[in-house]
């Protein structure tokens, strides 16, 4: 197709402004005119008429807001290097998280975190997903399908995983097996849980990351007060008892996970300080970083054209500034 295309075709109203201009310009000029004519102070070389010089310095104004739209006419074939990080989610599914702490629950407050960050990915990022509680699952291996990785991440709930618990280490060596061993510099782990490592081995299976290179961000979801779990029961709700009928409260461990994340250079982050944390995370650390390249190849693309403005808007100005020199104001 060769149809012509602005870059910037909001800017085309400016030019409905030019007439204005140049009547304006015009009543400038005449005004001046006539007002060295009145004091007897004309000019002894012959001056361009008042109309001349508007027409002249509103073609030169034309011609500049005509090569900053950046006209694109004809198809060239353009070289696209595409670039992105690969961000691997890991996202706890235990009991624990549908503790009410935080609205609407623990689980589904970190589901919508992860959603509203998934918009920020730029097209070479790829996401994959890690489901975990008592073992870990891959869930979503890395993608770039944006859509269906939200789609499978509203389907996480906690009967995800069967085994009863919060194995940190497990989700993390999944992690590690789901992250390509080649481009360990440009993959970055997100935890998102409320840090209860049962199984005690999270800190030693971040330092087994970190030893690859990984990166793990880690999100705190949960107070440090705790909360009762809130779990269905017959048609109903009751709050989740242990093996002695006593009801569990579930607190939010910020230290461990502070440890965690700082075992790998990473940061941690309290949910419950902060609307967005991804968004914010994504921001303030895995936006500056380096992206890998992994694909390189021709896209089609416009020709630019400004240049078809810009040669007569160079002429024209370089008329007048030549111009100017004999000229007696």
């Known amino acids: 197709m060769n149809d012509l295309v602005w870059t910037r075709p909001g800017l085309w109203p400016l030019l409905l402004a030019l ?16 007002a060295a004519a009145r004091y007897g102070a004309a000019p002894t070389t012959k001056v361009a008429a008042p109309l001349v010089r508007a027409l002249r310095t509103t073609a030169l104004l034309a011609l500049a807001l ?8 004809g198809d060239e ?26 609205q609407p629950d623990r689980l589904q407050r970190a589901r919508q975190d992860v959603r509203a960050v998934l918009p920020l990915l730029q097209g070479g990022d790829r996401a994959g997903l890690v489901v975990f509680a008592g073992a870990a699952r891959t869930w979503v291996p890395l993608t770039h399908d944006m859509d269906s990785f939200r789609a499978l991440l509203d389907e996480v709930d906690t009967e995800a995983i069967k085994t009863g618990g919060t194995d940190l280490a497990a989700a993390l060596r999944k992690a590690r097996e789901l992250a390509d061993p080649q481009n360990a510099r440009t993959t970055v782990v997100v935890l998102l849980t409320d840090g209860e490592d049962l199984a005690g081995a999270g800190r030693q299976a971040a330092r087994e990351l970190a030893d690859q290179g990984l990166v793990v961000h880690a999100v705190g979801y949960g107070s440090a007060y705790g909360s009762k779990i809130t779990v269905a029961q017959g048609g109903s709700e009751a709050f989740l ?10 607190k939010m461990d910020p230290d461990s996970l502070r440890e965690l994340a700082a075992a790998t250079g990473g940061e941690f982050l309290r949910a419950e300080a902060m609307a967005l944390p991804l968004n914010q995370l994504h921001q303030g650390r895995l936006q500056p970083m380096q992206k890998r390249s992994y694909d390189t190849g021709e896209e089609t ?18 008329w007048e500034i030549a111009m100017a020199g004999g000229r007696c104001r």
């Open 77 to 102: 074939p353009v070289q696209v290097e595409r670039r992105g990080l690969d961000l691997i989610f890991c996202l706890d599914a235990s009991r624990s998280m549908l503790a009410r702490d935080m």
């Open 66 to 73: 005509v090569a900053w739209m950046d006209p694109r006419w």
């Open 19 to 34: 007439p204005v201009v140049a009547a304006s310009l015009w009543a400038v000029f005449d005004r001046t005119r006539a």
């Open 241 to 250: 008892k242990d093996k002695d009928g006593a009801e569990v409260v579930s």
């Open 301 to 318: 693309g416009k020709r630019t054209r400004y240049q078809w403005a810009l040669l007569p808007l160079l002429v024209l100005l370089l």
